[in-house]
């Protein structure tokens, strides 16, 4: 009996233990799989490149579709800093605008997508087919300002959405120019080699938009487009108060789309391929993602639309300041003693604030000359009178 009792004892440990290490080990999988999730993009940081290509009121719609996306990713998150904003012309303060400072995407004036704090990088006549792919490649004269740069690298994510006229292989810009499609695929492969990104979203809302994809073949590249070779792509929403149509379908029904995401959201690029089907885009929208290395059912919106930061939770001690020795710091005391301060000269202002005011020039006051004609008729009248015009003329 006594055997027996023993031999019970050992099998109910044994299976305590054996449950106890599965539910550890069922623990840490799980964990694990939710940090593979987690940390799946291999990115740490998202920039957004918003291009629209049209200029000239009756494009209000494009405008409007640029300035939505703008919109939407600073609302999940990408801030100004990390995003380069071209806008060819600028609706809001047309003379045309019968609400000055705004432009609107619904009708009826619901949503106003300018907003307070729009920072417009690059706009009018800076936007041309040379400056954008200065954007891309990050080829700048050493004078271009940090605002009008694409400062990533090869943990970024980047968002290019692109909105105007185009054809069959080609985008216009300001029509007075064009990009081609084998121009942009050659850019997004100067990007990847430079390691200027470590996956990428092209989105493109314009007639036969899926030919501009067509010519890609760099790595980590998904592209999006609002119709098919052959098809127009169709605008939406027109409004009689402002006279032309306020965006573009596709655009209009990614915008309804992305209302409804949020920073925490799990929704992904499956949801975004079904957003405006043909039944409401009229023409038929297309994507790409042979190039693109991850499955996009594991992709979030997130991922290029949002920046949600990677946390990762450590139980170490990290010193953010090295150790500094007593030596050392009697060292950095005495150099700090004997190098004079001073301040850097900040050229032109320095010499600007010592010029002496420019003297202006005389300019005489309006209506004297009119004035001093109008004296010299009266005194020409007054002396010889009207019989004396025959001598004149």
Not at 104 to 110: A, L
Not at 287 to 301: A, C, E, G, Y
């Amino acid at each position: 009996m006594a055997a027996c009792r023993l031999v019970s004892w050992y099998l109910t440990v044994f299976t305590l233990l054996f449950l106890f290490c599965y539910r550890i080990t069922v623990a840490t999988d799980e964990i694990e799989r939710q940090a593979n999730q987690f940390f799946g993009s291999g990115h740490t940081n998202n920039w957004a490149v918003l291009v629209c290509t049209s200029r000239f009121w009756f494009n209000y719609r494009h405008v409007a579709n640029t300035l939505s996306v703008y919109r939407s990713v600073k609302r999940l998150g990408i801030p100004d800093s990390h995003i380069v904003l071209m806008l060819a012309d600028d609706m809001a303060c047309n003379h045309r605008n019968p609400k000055p400072a705004t432009v609107f995407s619904h009708k009826n004036m619901e949503l106003n997508v300018y907003g307070d704090d729009v920072e417009v990088d690059y706009r009018g006549y800076e936007v041309t087919v040379e400056n954008f792919l200065r954007v891309l490649t990050g080829r700048f004269p050493p004078s271009t300002p940090r605002s009008k740069r694409l400062l990533s690298d090869d943990r970024s994510n980047i968002l290019i959405y692109m909105t105007g006229h185009g054809g069959n292989g080609f985008l216009k810009f300001q029509d007075s120019e064009e990009i081609s499609n084998v121009e942009l695929a050659d850019a997004f492969e100067q990007m990847w080699q430079k390691r200027r990104y470590n996956e990428l979203l092209f989105i493109i809302d314009t007639c036969q938009g899926a030919s501009m994809y067509e010519r890609f073949y760099s790595p980590n590249v998904m592209a999006l487009a609002s119709s098919q070779v052959g098809e127009d792509s169709l605008s939406h929403q027109p409004d009689l108060a402002i006279g032309v149509h306020l965006m573009d379908r596709y655009t209009f029904y990614l915008l309804e789309f992305l209302e409804d995401i949020h920073p925490a959201s799990q929704a992904n690029m499956n949801d975004l391929f079904k957003v405006c089907p043909k039944s409401l885009c009229v023409s038929t929208p297309g994507h790409r993602i042979d190039l693109f290395q991850r499955n996009p059912r594991s992709v979030l919106i997130t991922d290029f639309f949002g920046s949600v930061r990677k946390v990762e939770i450590t139980t170490e001690t990290v010193k953010l300041i090295p150790n500094i020795t007593e030596k050392d710091e009697k060292l950095t005391e005495e150099v700090m003693l004997t190098e004079p301060q001073k301040y850097v000269q900040q050229m032109p202002v320095a010499e600007i604030i010592h010029q002496k005011p420019k003297q202006k020039d005389w300019h005489p006051p309006d209506g004297f000359i009119l004035g001093l004609w109008t004296l010299i008729i009266l005194v020409f009248f007054k002396t010889y009178g009207i019989k004396h015009l025959k001598h004149i003329f």
